[in-house]
């Protein structure tokens, strides 16, 4: 298939900028996909789409403040570093703006003027220019980049963000993430108690969302394209109620396609699945079959991108750009901290 196929025309004013006062005031997009039909809620009442014995996945990944800025120690140059992943102790993936110069040997700071509370030497340089770098601090690290660090908000969101815990799901545990699971961010406490109350589980898995999320597809043919890795856990309590969800005939609803590309990388072609860690770099487009999933909650997703490929190998590349087409027509906000869709 074309990237082509996956474009679609979106006013600029559609782009949420913003998160809405109440996470659950989102607009619910619905779509059946055995009925073709399309039809409109909002998310606080998902629960009313949910039936006892299903199951939630939710992705508790936690987005770190991964954004910082300082300067080179040798001229004083400006820099912004954008974390991507731990390698190891103390060592982290990073892309460098700007960065054609930063070779080797190369030291920032940051923060602190004249006795920098945060320092980065890079150790080497790695595929797509991305750097190495070893910090040095005093403290605990993650403290210090609470301090300094800045949450890294997509590029499309230009509005500043008030409060750092709305680009957090209402469970965010493990700290890891580049860009929230923002299927998630519809959740309250409180409704997901009602979800419980009803009778539908919910469980977790954790992955840890690279930048790689955003990165246009450029190739013509997108099986041309190659895929990011991330780093995922599924522990056996999850993997045990998946599994006996699957076999007592309820539904199993990965919240977002990170939670299911986890459920899609360990199923076995039965639809179960094990607990386990490891990298994913799955690449789901039409014609793919799924295993383990059978309804998904997402929201709106960027023209050409990996992730409107993936909604349209669940739910059919004609009726999933369709139902764009219907939510720009009635106005549905886009992208991170834009509406939603139930998948069904």
Same mark, same amino acid.
């Given at each position: 298939m074309k990237r082509q196929d996956f474009y679609y025309d979106l006013p600029q004013e559609l782009i949420a900028q913003t998160p809405l006062k109440d996470r659950s005031a989102s607009r619910l997009m619905l779509l059946d996909r055995k009925k073709?039909?399309?039809?409109?809620?909002t998310f606080k009442h998902i629960a009313d789409y949910l039936h006892p014995g299903d199951c939630l996945v939710l992705n508790d990944t936690r987005v770190i403040p991964a954004r910082l800025y300082g300067r080179r120690r040798d001229t004083?140059?400006?820099?912004?570093?954008?974390?991507?992943?731990?390698?190891?102790?103390?060592?982290?993936?990073?892309?460098?703006? &700007?960065?054609?110069?930063?070779?080797?040997?190369?030291?920032?700071?940051?923060?602190?003027?004249?006795?920098?509370?945060?320092?980065?030497?890079?150790?080497?340089?790695?595929?797509?220019?991305?750097?190495? @770098?070893?910090?040095?601090?005093?403290?605990?690290?993650?403290? @210090?980049?609470?301090?300094?660090?800045?949450? &890294?908000? &997509?590029?499309?969101?230009?509005?500043?963000?008030?409060?750092?815990?709305?680009?957090?799901?209402?469970?965010?545990?493990?700290?890891g993430s580049a860009a929230a699971p923002t299927a998630g961010l519809h959740f309250t406490?409180?409704?997901?108690?009602?979800?419980?109350?009803?009778? @539908?589980?919910?469980?977790?898995?954790?992955?840890?969302?690279?930048?790689?999320?955003?990165?246009?597809?450029?190739?013509?043919?997108?099986?041309?394209?190659?895929?990011?890795?991330?780093?995922? @856990?599924i522990g056996q309590d999850a993997a045990d109620v998946i599994n006996e969800t699957k076999q007592n005939g309820g539904r199993v609803i990965a919240v977002g396609t990170t939670a299911n590309r986890v459920l899609e990388t360990v199923a076995d072609d039965g639809g179960r699945?094990?607990?386990?860690?490891?990298?994913?770099?799955?690449?789901?487009?039409?014609?793919?079959?799924?295993?383990?999933?059978?309804?998904?909650?997402?929201?709106?997703?960027?023209?050409?991108?990996?992730l409107i490929m993936l909604v349209s190998a669940f739910a059919g590349r004609d009726f999933v750009m369709r139902a764009y087409k219907t939510a720009?027509?009635?106005?549905?906000?886009?992208?991170?901290?834009?509406?939603?869709m139930f998948i069904f």
């Open positions: 073709q039909t399309i039809a409109h809620d004083g140059g400006a820099i912004e570093f954008l974390l991507l992943h731990k390698r190891a102790l103390d060592e982290w993936e990073v892309i460098l703006k &700007p960065g054609r110069r930063a070779k080797v040997g190369t030291v920032f700071e940051f923060g602190g003027g004249d006795a920098p509370l945060l320092t980065a030497e890079i150790r080497e340089i790695v595929n797509d220019g991305n750097r190495i @770098v070893k910090f040095t601090y005093e403290g605990v690290f993650e403290e @210090v980049l609470d301090r300094l660090g800045e949450m &890294p908000l &997509p590029h499309y969101i230009t509005e500043k963000l008030e409060d750092k815990e709305r680009y957090q799901t209402v469970y965010s545990k493990h700290k406490e409180e409704l997901l108690e009602q979800i419980r109350a009803k009778g @539908v589980k919910t469980v977790f898995v954790t992955l840890h969302v690279g930048l790689g999320t955003f990165r246009p597809v450029k190739a013509d043919e997108i099986t041309e394209h190659k895929m990011h890795s991330e780093f995922y @856990v699945v094990k607990a386990q860690t490891g990298w994913t770099d799955i690449f789901i487009y039409p014609g793919y079959k799924f295993k383990c999933i059978d309804a998904l909650i997402t929201n709106f997703h960027l023209p050409e991108s990996t720009v027509e009635e106005k549905y906000r886009f992208f991170s901290f834009g509406d939603s």
